[in-house]
């Protein structure tokens, strides 16, 4: 009975972790949100979040994780941003170090910025955590856009992603 329990959790959360890799979340399209949140620490994320920002999207951005030592005019300059849509439309994040954090950062800025809408921009293999992680946190009634950035991500990637997912969706278990 065991040995059953134990194959069928086993076959779970291989076809789990097959589903996860293979199904990975896609860019949005067109369509318009309140504001656009873009979480640091992959490739294209920024670019992604200032074409949406730039296509009239989202009307303010929030980078979010954003390290200490980076000024606004250093990221105005690497991603050629002008003075006027930095001061009035772009906001650096600087509280968030991980994904759990990134979410109460954004919560933050939404409640500050009346945000009702949301684009969440960040690595396809990251998507479905990070969006997890910021409905948790978001007030009632804001909706998010998933818009994930085509990535090529290593089955390691893969594996520790998938992994810290299922730790977060089991997560409320265990604070009972």
């Given at each position: 009975?065991?040995?059953r329990?134990?194959?069928i959790?086993l076959i779970?959360?291989?076809?789990?972790?097959?589903?996860?890799?293979?199904?990975?979340p896609?860019?949005?399209?067109k369509g318009?949100?309140?504001?656009?949140v873009?979480?640091?620490?992959?490739?294209g994320?920024?670019d992604?979040?200032?074409?949406?920002?730039?296509?009239?999207?989202?009307?303010?951005?929030l980078?979010?994780g954003v390290g200490r030592e980076v000024?606004p005019h250093?990221?105005?300059v690497?991603?050629?941003?002008?003075t006027?849509?930095?001061?009035?439309?772009?906001?650096l994040g600087?509280?968030?170090?991980d994904?759990?954090?990134?979410a109460?950062?954004?919560?933050?800025?939404v409640?500050?910025?009346?945000?009702?809408?949301?684009?969440l921009?960040?690595?396809d293999w990251?998507?479905?955590?990070?969006a997890?992680e910021?409905?948790?946190?978001?007030p009632?009634?804001?909706?998010?856009v998933?818009?994930?950035?085509?990535?090529?991500?290593?089955?390691?990637?893969?594996?520790?992603?998938?992994h810290k997912?299922?730790?977060?969706?089991?997560?409320?278990?265990?604070?009972?």
């Amino acid at each position: 009975m065991i040995r059953r329990i134990a194959s069928i959790l086993l076959i779970a959360w291989a076809l789990g972790f097959v589903l996860f890799a293979v199904a990975l979340p896609q860019p949005a399209g067109k369509g318009s949100a309140d504001g656009v949140v873009v979480l640091t620490g992959g490739k294209g994320r920024v670019d992604r979040g200032l074409e949406v920002l730039h296509r009239g999207w989202a009307r303010r951005l929030l980078v979010s994780g954003v390290g200490r030592e980076v000024k606004p005019h250093e990221f105005a300059v690497e991603y050629k941003v002008g003075t006027p849509l930095m001061a009035c439309c772009i906001t650096l994040g600087y509280e968030a170090i991980d994904t759990h954090s990134n979410a109460r950062e954004t919560a933050a800025w939404v409640q500050r910025e009346k945000i009702r809408s949301l684009r969440l921009v960040t690595s396809d293999w990251h998507m479905r955590r990070s969006a997890m992680e910021l409905r948790r946190a978001l007030p009632a009634g804001v909706a998010v856009v998933e818009d994930a950035v085509p990535t090529h991500p290593s089955l390691s990637t893969l594996f520790l992603e998938y992994h810290k997912l299922l730790a977060r969706i089991a997560a409320p278990l265990w604070d009972r």
